[in-house]
C-alpha cells in the first residue's frame, strides 16, 4: 500500500509547481503560511527563500538565506544565493563577506567575478583587479572578466599589462570582437598608433562596424598624420553617432589640417559644435581658435577672424598667442594703432626673451615707424 503524501509535502509540490510557471506571490503566500515560528523546516524555507528571490524581495530574500546558511555553513548554495542577494540589494559589502565565505568551500570563478564586481562598484579597482584575476587563473576564456579586468588597467595607464590580458585571451580566440578592441584601445593611448590601426582595420574587415571602431581608428589615423583616412573614419563614426561634441570638433579640426575650403567644409562642423556645445570654456576657447584660424588663413576676412581670436581668449586667458595673433591682423588691416595695442597686451604676459616675446617687440618697432609715416604725411 502506497505511503500518503502528507499535507506539507503537498503544499510543498504545489509551491513548487506555481513558482515554476512564475506565479510567485502564490507560491510566496502558500509557503509562508508552511513555516511556523520556532520550527526549523529547512525545505520550506529554502523555497520560500527562492520564491523572495526571484520575485524581487531582496531583503526578504537575504534574511531568509542568512537564516539557512547560519543553520547550514557548508550549503555552498545559501551562501551564493546570499552573495547575490546582497548584491541586488546594492550592500557590496556584505555581498564581498558572503562570497569570500563560499570561496572558502569552493574556488568558483563566477563567485570570484562577483566579488570583483562588487570591489569595482564601490571603486576599490586594485581589489576588484585582484579577484578578476584569479577568475581568469581557472577559466581563461570568460570574456566578461577580461573585459573588465583590462577596463581597469585601462583607466589605470597600465596599457602593456591591458595589451596582455587581451593576448591571452586572444590566442584561442583571434577574431573576438569584444576583446580585441580593447587590444587596440590600449593600444591608442599607449600611443603605439601604428598597432592600433591593424587592430582597428581588422575589426573592420570582421564586420564589427561600430562607432568606437572607426573613432579610434580615425584618431589613430590622425595622430600618424594620414589625415584624408581620419576623415574617413571620424565622419563614419559621425554616422553611427552625432550627440559627441568632440568628434564634430575633430572632424573640423581634421579638414582643416587638410586645407579644405573654410567655408563649405570646415566651418559647418565647427556651427555643429557650437550648437551642440554645454558651456565650457576650453571647448568653446578650441572652437573659436578653429574659427579664427579657418578667416585668418582665408587672408580677407581680418575682422571675423579678430573676433573669433578674442573669444578665443576670453574663454582661455592661457591661449596668449591669440594677443599677438589678433595684433597681426590689425597690421593686415592697416590699423597700426590697434595693432601695436594688442602687440603690447601679448608683451605683458609673454616670456620675455622667447621668440614670440621678440617678435612682438620688432613688430612695435616697425609699426610705430608706419605710424610716424602716417602722422608726418610721408
Known amino acids: 500500500m502506497a505511503a500518503q503524501t502528507s499535507p506539507r509535502d503537498s503544499i510543498l509540490a504545489r509551491a513548487r509547481y506555481l513558482k515554476s510557471i512564475f ?25 520560500l527563500a527562492d520564491c523572495h528571490f526571484q520575485g524581487g524581495a531582496y531583503e526578504d530574500a537575504a534574511g531568509t538565506y542568512f537564516m539557512l546558511s547560519s543553520r547550514q555553513p557548508s550549503n555552498i548554495l545559501y551562501r551564493i ?57 581557472l577559466r581563461p576564456m570568460n570574456e566578461s572578466a577580461v573585459t573588465k579586468a583590462v577596463n581597469i588597467l585601462i583607466a589605470k595607464e597600465d596599457y602593456d599589462d591591458a595589451v596582455a590580458v587581451t593576448d591571452a585571451f586572444l590566442a584561442d580566440d583571434p577574431d573576438n570582437t569584444v576583446v580585441e578592441p ?23 574587415e570582421l564586420g564589427n562596424d561600430i562607432y568606437p571602431i572607426h573613432f579610434y581608428l580615425g584618431q589613430s589615423y590622425w595622430q600618424t598624420n594620414v589625415v584624408y583616412r581620419a576623415e574617413e573614419e571620424l565622419t563614419a563614426a559621425w554616422q553611427l553617432d552625432s550627440s559627441d561634441v568632440n568628434l564634430a570638433y575633430a572632424i573640423a579640426a581634421v579638414k582643416a589640417e587638410g586645407y579644405r575650403p573654410f567655408e563649405k567644409e570646415v566651418k559647418p562642423w565647427l556651427d555643429k559644435a557650437l550648437e551642440m556645445l554645454q558651456p ?8 573659436h581658435q578653429q574659427y579664427g584660424l579657418g578667416y585668418y588663413r582665408r587672408m580677407d576676412s581680418w575682422d571675423k577672424a579678430i573676433e573669433h581670436y578674442r573669444e578665443a581668449y576670453r574663454y582661455n586667458p592661457e591661449f596668449i598667442s591669440a594677443l599677438s595673433t589678433i ?11 590697434l595693432a601695436i595695442q594688442w602687440f603690447e597686451k601679448y608683451l605683458d604676459v609673454a616670456r620675455p626673451g622667447s621668440r614670440g616675446y621678440e617678435f612682438a617687440k620688432a613688430s612695435i618697432d616697425h609699426l610705430k615707424g608706419q605710424v610716424f609715416m602716417e602722422v608726418s604725411g610721408e
Open 23 to 47: 506565479r510567485i506571490d502564490e507560491a510566496t503566500e502558500m509557503l509562508s503560511n508552511l513555516v511556523k515560528p520556532g520550527v526549523m523546516d529547512e525545505g520550506a524555507l529554502s523555497e
Open 81 to 137: 544565493r546570499l552573495m547575490q542577494a546582497f548584491f541586488r540589494l546594492k550592500a557590496y559589502p556584505q555581498s564581498i563577506e558572503a562570497g569570500r565565505d563560499v570561496l572558502h568551500l569552493d574556488s568558483i570563478p563566477a563567485v570570484m567575478c562577483y566579488v570583483g564586481d562588487a570591489f569595482r562598484l564601490m571603486e576599490e579597482a586594485d581589489s576588484a583587479l585582484w579577484y578578476y584575476r584569479r577568475s581568469l587563473a
Open 182 to 204: 580593447l587590444k587596440g584601445l590600449a593600444l591608442y593611448r599607449k600611443k603605439d598608433y601604428g598597432s592600433a590601426i591593424k587592430v582597428f582595420e581588422r575589426q573592420l
Open 280 to 287: 565650457d570654456p576650453a571647448i568653446l576657447s578650441r572652437l
Open 327 to 337: 595684433a597681426y591682423c590689425y597690421e593686415q588691416k592697416k590699423d597700426y594703432r
